[in-house]
């Protein structure tokens, strides 16, 4: 959550989207005049004040496609704040989109009352076919390197909003070279009550720890917890060790490198690449 990424599909082959949204809402807007594809996955806060639909997206679309999932039915608000603040961006953009998918509010409630659907995954494949563009509601086996710190990025970070909700979406693809880069941070001197709260969230067990982190936790993803853990004992390491600063981390995708290393292979028995650290 909190993270965009604009790519060029006119050469590369790119897969786009995010996973785990519950009343968050991640969006994915494909142009296949320009070829290029965006992805970005809001919350409440997020859809308020980043406007990168109506300030970033003109300068690389034309005639955007647009999908939606996520934000499903819920007692507390946070959905529909969601998809509110995103569908106003869309209306208020100089861009036509046109919508193809919008899994989203009632559309996205099953009879349980849970979420019919978690995650958007759009594969773009290179030369930009109109009917390259598939959409998916798998997630990705690899969801990508550093997931800890950013997952703790807006919690950390000195040039944030405080607390977990931020204010503006983090771009984490280089476009022009095709890398994933994921954003450096500021630390923010956190005092010890922080580090001490911090700390004593992770002994709580996974199911308090559950209802206490969650805006639905009923229906969040089994990897929820662990994820959200590891993110507290990034942040409580990184007091720790006083650490001031954290540089950008680039990274390439690299299909022989990662197969040798053991990636192994996905359903259909084709080799899986990897993310490879860029120096």
Known sequence: MGEQALVDFSKF???VGSTDATTCLIVVAVCHVTMKAWTAHYNSE?????TSIIDMLPDHMQRPDVWLVGSFCEPTGESKATLAGVLLQLQDSQLPFRVRLACVDAANTAAAG???ALHLTMGCVSGGATESANASPAGFVDRGPELPRRFAHDHLDAGSSSGSAGGRLRNIVDTATARLRIPGLRCR???PLYIQYYAAQLEL?????????S??????????????????????SQAEAKVTHVADACFEWVDEAATAAGAGEDGEGHA???????V
Not at 46 to 50: E, G, I, S, V
Not at 229 to 236: N, P
Not at 272 to 278: A, T
């Open 114 to 116: 849970g979420p019919r």
């Open 13 to 15: 082959t790119w897969h």
């Open 205 to 213: 067990p996974d199911a308090v720890f559950l209802q206490k982190s």
């Open 189 to 191: 001197r956190l005092s």
């Open 272 to 278: 899986l690449g990897g993310w490879r650290p860029v």
């Open 46 to 50: 997020l859809a308020k004040r980043d």
């Open 215 to 236: 805006t639905s936790p009923k229906y969040e993803p089994l990897n929820f917890v662990q994820d959200v853990k590891e993110a507290y004992r990034y942040i409580v």
